[in-house]
């Protein structure tokens, strides 16, 4: 079973921000927090990784909460080509268990034009 | 760099008939892995391989399954006797052992039995 929680569906209008949340409350110490994205008949498209520290690239931010149980996702100036399924997957580095990744059902995120 | 590429990328097929898909991973990327993907689900998990060892195998992956990455480059999934419930997206990753082993994906092979 997936070990993360997220809702099923948010809207958000384009150019505003999207914030994405996430709860992994069973999160374990050496276990990393990624997000992919899906767009609708592709395949997942890797967005960005943290463990505890908030991190930022090209495409999003990561805010990783300090009890690390969950964290959100930012897309700063979200863009009608950012709508997809949104997936938070919890898990240990290469090594350290099973390396196939644990994806939910995600959150579908609908940028309204 | 061209990223991970499927063949094909549609298959349709008939109840009872072999299929074969095949994935070229990242060049350099020493890990593969096979994903499926049904209707509104996540993509679940079958099996991947380190350089050619096939290291894990998850129970979706029936015998009627069966993998291989004879020289650690490309890969093939085959399904033999597919059924109905094989219909699915096929999708295929592959990562580099080092640091922490990101997953790229491809486009994935979509799967139709009739």
């Known amino acids: 079973d997936a070990k993360t929680t997220q809702p099923p569906s948010m809207d958000c209008a384009e150019g505003r921000a999207a914030n994405l949340p996430c709860n992994h409350s069973?999160?374990?110490?050496?276990?990393?927090v990624y997000w992919y994205r899906q767009i609708h008949s592709q395949g997942p498209q890797y967005i960005i990784h943290?463990?505890?520290n908030n991190e930022t690239n090209e495409m999003a931010s990561l805010i990783i909460t300090e009890d690390r149980k969950s964290s959100t996702l930012i897309l700063p100036h979200a863009t009608l080509r950012d709508t997809a399924v949104y997936y938070c997957?919890?898990?240990?580095?290469?090594?350290?268990?099973?390396?196939?990744?644990?994806f939910g059902k995600g959150t579908h995120l609908i940028i309204q034009p | 760099d061209t990223g991970v590429s499927q063949d094909p990328r549609h298959k349709i097929t008939k109840r009872g008939q072999n299929v074969t898909f095949r994935c070229d991973p990242i060049?350099?990327?020493?890990?593969l892995y096979w994903y499926r993907q049904t209707l509104g689900q996540g993509p679940e998990f079958l099996t991947y391989?380190?350089?050619?060892?096939?290291?894990?195998k998850s129970r979706l992956l029936s015998d009627r399954f069966s993998a291989e990455r004879p020289k650690g480059s490309f890969s093939t999934l085959e399904i033999q006797r597919t059924e109905q419930g094989d219909s699915a997206m096929y999708l295929c990753?592959?990562?580099?052992?080092?640091?922490?082993?990101?997953?790229?994906f491809g486009p994935g092979t979509r799967l139709t039995v009739l």
């Open positions: 060049s350099e990327h020493n890990r």
């Open positions: 391989f380190q350089n050619e060892a096939q290291l894990e």
């Open positions: 990753a592959s990562s580099l052992t080092s640091g922490l082993d990101t997953q790229y």
């Open positions: 069973t999160i374990s110490g050496n276990e990393y």
């Open positions: 997957i919890v898990r240990v580095p290469p090594g350290g268990g099973a390396d196939g990744l644990t």
């Open positions: 943290g463990l505890k």
